[in-house]
């Protein structure tokens, strides 16, 4: 059952399950990069047998096997992903960058370009469940930026095929190619190329302790997004919410995994007496109650705090994936919140809003790392490259202070460097 305890029981640090207590996996993770990177496509079929139990007879999804997705999705369902892929789309766009020029000093022009990364891989995890809102969410905003080549890799099920929603949802946002390719061999391949995958210049996209890993290796030799922890969700709530509903949201992240963290905060006794129980009898009726069971015994928690201001203090303080602020008046709130991935305002917005509908991005910084961290974007697709230009006459106006600050600095090179194109003018 969660606990309940005061604010002063526990410390900041342990209101999260933000250790990871699994078995170290650098080790095994660091030999599956080598032999990706040795044996290119062979690795990977081996490692598809040994981890995922199939033997593939290729690595890329066939148009076929799209088009077949495409029939065996649900119309209704299909409808949905338009839907939400256009709200996407929508929020997204007002996240585009435009390049700049700056011509205010006579004979100086001096700029900013912004350019699309040109290839990308998106990680789509699978095993205990299939998610086609992050083939959206990573996507979409790829696409948006203008990216040449965006390819997904996915684990690969038991009958050799990709989800069909997978494969849906990969379509209508405008993916280049699909693999079935999942695991630590896949960023290896992603960072290294394969006689059959491209090498890119970016992998974003959550998955298990293997993936982050193998992200956290090649990173250098390739971008990355972000190294993701378990799910988290703290959810703000005053004496007025309804316990059935704030239990709910606290289950949608439960449900994520054992290692996530559902975490309610609030002024009322009363308000935290009742969610537990409600959250006993939800966890019931739960298909995936295993899971959410582990995760509310182990990690979960509801901490009474003396008022409003001090459950903000500690929302800064633990900086969440996702916070919902379940107020009365949530937006007289939203400016006094400096450290959250994506806010959730007021009663009538649950987390799951923005896991699949409502348009804001849901791949979003976890551990903390919303302190300095941000929720995937259009910005995370592309690079940016700066230029100068002086005339000769705006130069020789500026060379003597150059190389002023570079003798300062004890680098004659560069003081000349500067000079050195005025040295007849003096003769």
């Known amino acids: 059952m969660i606990r309940i305890m005061k604010l002063k029981e526990i410390a900041p640090e342990e209101i999260f399950a933000r250790s990871n207590p699994q078995v170290d996996v650098s080790a095994v993770v660091r030999e599956i990069l080598a032999a990706v990177r040795a044996q290119g496509d062979k690795a ?32 209704a369902f299909l409808e949905i992903l338009r839907m939400a892929a256009e709200n996407i789309r929508s929020f997204h766009r007002q ?18 370009k912004i350019m699309p990364i040109e290839k990308v891989g998106l990680y789509v995890p699978g095993g205990t469940a299939a998610y086609p809102s992050t083939v959206l969410m990573d996507a979409i905003p790829a696409k948006i930026a203008g990216c040449r080549e965006i390819v997904i890799v996915t684990p690969p099920g038991k009958d050799g095929k990709v989800p069909a929603a997978i494969l849906a949802a990969a379509q209508i946002a405008g993916v280049d190619r699909v693999f079935k390719v999942g695991g630590a061999q896949a960023v290896a391949a ?45 959810v703000l709530a005053d004496g007025s919410c309804d316990a059935k509903v704030v239990a709910a949201d606290l289950l949608s992240q439960a449900e994520h995994d054992k290692m996530a963290s559902a975490v309610l905060v609030t ?56 916070l919902e602020l379940c107020v009365e008046q949530p937006f007289d709130y939203l400016d006094r919140i400096t450290n959250a991935g994506s806010i959730f305002l007021g009663k009538n917005c649950p987390e799951a809003l923005g896991d699949y509908l409502a348009g804001p991005n849901h791949t979003l910084p976890t551990s ?51 000079v050195v194109r005025f040295e007849d003018d003096v003769k």
């Open 95 to 112: 996240q585009v960058r435009t390049s700049f020029i700056l011509t205010d000093r006579p004979g100086v022009v001096m700029g900013q």
């Open 368 to 418: 903390g790392t919303a302190r300095f961290s941000s929720p995937l974007s259009v910005d995370d697709f592309v690079k940016k490259s700066q230029y100068t230009y002086f005339t000769r006459d705006a130069l020789g106006q500026v060379a003597e202070q150059i190389a002023a600050f570079a003798r300062q600095e004890g680098l004659e090179a560069h003081a000349r460097s500067a």
């Open 190 to 234: 992603l960072a290294y190329g394969t006689e059959t995958l491209p090498k890119v210049d970016k992998i974003v996209g959550p998955g298990n302790a293997f993936v982050a890993e193998a992200k956290r290796q090649v990173f250098g030799l390739v971008a990355i997004d972000m190294i993701a922890g378990p799910s988290e969700i703290l």
């Open 44 to 75: 990977l079929y081996d490692y598809c047998e040994k981890f995922d139990h199939v033997a593939l007879p290729s690595l890329e999804v066939s148009q076929a096997e799209k088009d077949e997705a495409m029939q065996a999705v649900d119309p």
């Open 267 to 322: 002024d009322s006794e009363a308000l935290a007496e009742a969610v537990a129980q409600e959250i006993e009898r939800q966890l019931k009726t739960l298909p995936r109650e295993e899971i959410a069971r582990a995760s509310i015994d182990n990690n979960g928690k509801i901490i009474v705090t003396g008022d409003l201001a001090a459950a903000i203090d500690v929302a800064n303080a633990l900086a969440p994936e996702h």
